[in-house]
């Protein structure tokens, strides 16, 4: 059988010369699930050695018309399959997750759209799938085709399970659930007794999964495109009591408590990674030696009441010692979002000669969020906006018309949809701060500078000009 690779997947051939190909398949193998083209396409792409810009040759039919002319346009044609992260329509720019990067597509008035009504309805369709003809010309990739895979249509639907259907499967001694998230996500926090098989680790999923193929199996991911991805995959495989926990890990925490690893905490401890870390045991036993960072809360204390918690309902709790269990689904009660235990006593944890402190622990449970990898502070961001600092230099990534209404002195206008073609024309030596009205085309910018070894941070929130004012929110 030839390997399915997931992640970007490019291909010379148009979406529907596969969906032909796709057809004969189904045909000719009735174990394959009738509605799961997707899957199919991704098999018939190849692999994730074409994650590099890859070179296509042109189809033997016409291209798709995008408003670019083929007499000064050297266009290449291709087929991406991916997950929707982003969309800014006022730059008519979307920005697909391929789990191992993420990447920035243009598309047109005269994309065609497929199973999804507008552009305005496909917003509503972030962390689904889609597959993407597209053009490449002067370095963009432009939609030709644009074609949205709703997972309930594919999958059965009674093959999706609640939070209270994937409570009563897992009483089943025999099921596996299998957690497709990436491994750091997964090392987190993970719902106990879940396995990690990471999606992008696809040709692992045959040596992982159980030698008989009527195992029940469970994928749960994050409420997206994941799980169900994971378990088209595996009915691909001849697996044949697949389901999906349709909210993930996500829905998962909003009832019950989940475990942190020992490998996560340990570089989370080292790392500085923002966290609360309880201590439940005796106050002579956590003075005598505890776990780096920890709050000493005894059962009792929390009880009572007085301890005042984080006010950031997802601020990531980790609890150890007796009666975490108990602690953590009150934690959960009272509406936390992120409540961990640590699977090990701490006498496992300092035999193992992991890292411990002696002397009193800290006094107040304090969570201070770390900020969105890329971003930078809003203050940090308004500090810059007065005079022209000199390590930093200002880019307005909105459309020309918004920038001539208003924007921050000294900032320069680089539109998003227009800045891969415009990379020799910005400035060198200086940070590029990225910034445009709601954050979400900043975040595109800032996925396309960095794909291009720029140095830039973006700013993640809302900016209003009004009468030569600034407001940031």
């Known amino acids: 059988m030839k390997k399915v690779f997931l992640g970007l997947c490019s291909h010379p051939t148009p979406s529907k010369v596969l969906l032909n190909q796709t057809s004969s398949i189904i045909s000719h193998h009735h174990r394959f699930p009738l509605r799961a083209v997707f899957l199919l396409i991704i098999v018939l792409c190849g692999n994730l050695t074409s994650l590099s810009r890859p070179s296509f040759a042109l189809p033997d039919e016409p291209l798709p018309s995008t408003g670019l002319c083929t007499n000064c346009h050297d266009l290449k044609a291709g087929v991406m399959f991916g997950f929707l992260d982003l969309i800014a329509p006022p730059s008519q720019t979307i920005q697909m997750d391929f789990i191992t990067h993420k990447e920035v597509i243009k598309y047109t008035n005269l994309t065609n759209l497929s199973s999804v009504d ?165 106050e002579i036993q956590a003075t005598r030696s505890h776990l780096p960072g920890s709050v000493n809360l005894t059962p009792a204390n929390f009880r009572s009441g007085k301890t005042s918690f984080p006010e950031e309902k997802n601020a990531p709790i980790i609890l150890y010692g007796p009666e975490r269990k108990k602690v953590a689904a009150t934690l959960i009660d009272r509406g936390y979002r992120a409540v961990t235990i640590l699977p090990v006593s701490f006498e496992t944890w300092q035999a193992a000669g992991y890292p411990v402190e002696t002397g009193p622990t800290r006094r107040n449970l304090v969570y201070h969020p770390q900020p969105k990898s890329g971003t930078i502070s809003v203050e940090e961001f308004a500090r810059g906006t007065h005079g022209k600092p000199v390590d930093k230099l200002y880019l307005d990534v909105r459309n020309p018309e918004e920038f001539a209404a208003g924007s921050i002195p000294e900032a320069l206008n680089f539109p998003v949809d227009r800045i891969g073609r415009l990379l020799a024309e910005i400035p060198a030596g200086q940070e590029l701060i990225l910034f445009c009205a709601s954050g979400t085309r900043a975040e595109m910018a800032h996925t396309i500078l960095d794909r291009a070894g720029r140095r830039n941070r973006y700013l993640n929130a809302t900016v209003n000009f009004k009468n030569g004012a600034i407001e940031i929110k």
């Open 118 to 282: 507008s552009f305005e309805d496909l917003a509503t369709s972030l962390n689904q799938g889609l597959i993407i003809d597209y053009i490449e010309a002067q370095g963009d990739k432009v939609a030709t085709a644009i074609t949205l895979f709703d997972y309930h249509k594919l999958i059965p639907e009674e093959e999706f399970l609640s939070h209270g259907e994937f409570l009563q499967r897992i009483k089943n001694p025999a099921l596996r659930v299998y957690d497709v998230r990436p491994l750091e996500q997964y090392s987190m926090g993970h719902i106990p007794g879940a396995m990690l098989l990471p999606l992008i680790d696809f040709e692992a999923m045959s040596t992982i999964l159980p030698m008989d193929k009527t195992t029940p199996i469970i994928f749960s991911g994050t409420g997206g495109g994941l799980g169900p991805t994971a378990a088209l995959t595996a009915k691909s495989l001849g697996y044949t009591k697949i389901s999906v926990y349709a909210g993930g890990f996500p829905d998962w925490v909003e009832h019950d408590w989940a475990i942190t690893s020992i490998e996560w905490l340990k570089s989370a401890i080292k790392n500085g990674t923002p966290h609360v870390l309880i201590d439940l045991r005796s």
